[in-house]
Structures are given as C-alpha cells and as structure tokens.
C-alpha cells in the first residue's frame, strides 16, 4: 500500500488549508484511517481517525476546527483544517491499517507551517 500525501504549506494565523492522502488501494479496505502530526520537538500526537464505518474522533486542540473525511471516487483521506493557530505547526501525517490483516501503514508526512 502506497500513501501519498499533499496539501500542506505555508499559511497565516486563522487561515486554511486541506491535507489530502490517495491510497494505492480501494479506500474502503481500511479499518482504521487517521491523521497524526509531530510538532517541532514534540511526539507525534493523533489529530483526527475514522473508522471503518465513517465514525470520526478529533483530537482536543483540533476540534470544531478539522474535519476529516474520505473520497471513495479518488480513494483519499483529507483533513481540512480552518482556523489554524501557529501551534498547529508540525508535520502532518496520514495512517491507515488495512482491514484484513491489520498491517499499519504510514504516509510520508506534509509539512503544515502557521505563521503568526
């Protein structure tokens, strides 16, 4: 399985951005789906999952302002993130585990950059 990911930048305090993940695989063949990010000097923490049947879990800091959803037609996983706040900053990473044997696979990660 093959994880691209794109969508990342340079962006201002309070603006957006939308983080895109195309799998090499039919989306649907995930149990598990999920953005994770590592601020500088930090460990990595989970922004926002998704279940296999669409239900969605956000992190604390991200909530009422990500949204994570998933494009059956381009097989992707996007986060689109609003009001972004410099502690945003990080490199953002896409996850999926695969439905039938529950092997993990991890994307290449997109640098997300606020600048205030």
């Known amino acids: 399985v093959q994880l691209v990911e794109s969508g990342g930048g340079l962006v201002q305090s309070g603006g957006s951005l939308r983080l895109s993940c195309r799998t090499s695989?039919?989306?649907?063949?995930?149990?598990?789906l999920g953005w994770y990010r590592q601020p500088p000097g930090k460990q990595r923490e989970v922004v926002a999952t998704?279940?296999?049947?669409?239900?969605?879990n956000y992190g604390d800091s991200v909530k009422g302002r990500f949204t994570i959803s998933r494009d059956a037609a381009k097989n992707t996983l996007d986060l689109q993130m609003d009001s972004l706040k410099p502690e945003d900053t990080a490199v953002y990473y896409c996850?999926?585990?695969?439905?039938?044997?529950?092997?993990?696979?991890w994307g290449q990660g997109t640098q997300v950059t606020v600048s205030s």
């Open positions: 996850h999926v585990v695969d439905l039938f044997f529950g092997y993990p696979y």
């Open positions: 695989r039919n989306i649907f063949t995930f149990s598990h």
């Open positions: 998704m279940t296999e049947n669409g239900t969605s």
